[in-house]
């Protein structure tokens, strides 16, 4: 391993990997905040909002993330809307990761006890206070795994930005391999970077696992004392 070559162009692969991080959470906090008010929707009572739901769940989880991208990418130009790369692959990347996450919220929600809803209700608790207070913080030990792994997901789709030129970790580390013909070190370096911000995705989630064990008391006794 040349690893001058390796110091020489490590500089590259850790600006790239700002923009990376900069998708990443971008796109994790953007669909979560989109999909956990729409989970909820005809969740107890099913309508026609929620059909419509199941079908874009359905339609998107179907679509590779690299075909929407392209959509919104080379597509949209042909309808006069025009947007930077970044602002693609954010658009892109949360519109794909809005369906697997209303499905993952779904599943936990669907875990909590119904009676304890109803019994909320009967003692005329507010409906967004049920969801808040209530139905989510059982629910979360249920789809936390399932939506850590969404957020690896999310991280390593981040490399299907490289397709529509934006400056991401694989597209400056491919960048940097054509013009070098060394491979080894750059690819090493970046799946090393990868495996690092995996990490700290997985740290963040455990310390947010043990305090949410802490708080695990909380549930309709604590709703009912606030009423």
């Not at 019994?119 to 059982?138: D, H, K, M, N, T």
Request: proline share 6%; aromatic share 10%; glycine share 6%.
């Amino acid at each position: 391993m040349d690893l001058n070559y390796l110091a020489e162009n490590l500089p590259l692969l850790l600006e790239a990997t700002k923009v990376t991080a900069i998708l990443m959470v971008a796109t994790i906090v953007l669909s979560t905040a989109i999909a956990l008010p729409l989970s909820v929707v005809g969740l107890r009572r099913p309508n026609a909002a929620s059909r419509a739901l199941d079908l874009f769940t359905l339609f998107m989880r179907s679509i590779p993330t690299l075909v929407v991208l392209f959509f919104f990418y080379y597509g949209m130009p042909y309808l006069g809307l025009v947007l930077p790369a970044f602002a693609v692959a954010v658009v892109g990347l949360t519109i794909s990761a809005v369906a697997y996450n209303i499905e993952i919220f779904r599943a936990g929600l669907r875990a909590v006890d119904p009676g304890q809803i109803e019994a909320a209700e009967a003692l005329g608790v507010p409906r967004w206070r049920i969801w808040v207070s209530i139905a989510f913080p059982q629910a979360m030990p249920v789809f936390l795994p399932t939506y850590l792994s969404n957020a690896t997901l999310i991280l390593k789709g981040t490399s299907v930005a490289s397709i529509i030129t934006l400056p991401e970790l694989t597209a400056v580390a491919n960048e940097i391999v054509s013009l070098t013909y060394q491979p080894f070190e750059i690819l090493i370096a970046a799946a090393l970077i990868y495996v690092a911000m995996g990490g700290v995705l997985s740290l963040g989630a455990a310390l947010f696992r043990r305090r949410l064990s802490r708080g695990a008391g909380r549930s309709l006794q604590t709703v009912k004392a606030g009423t």
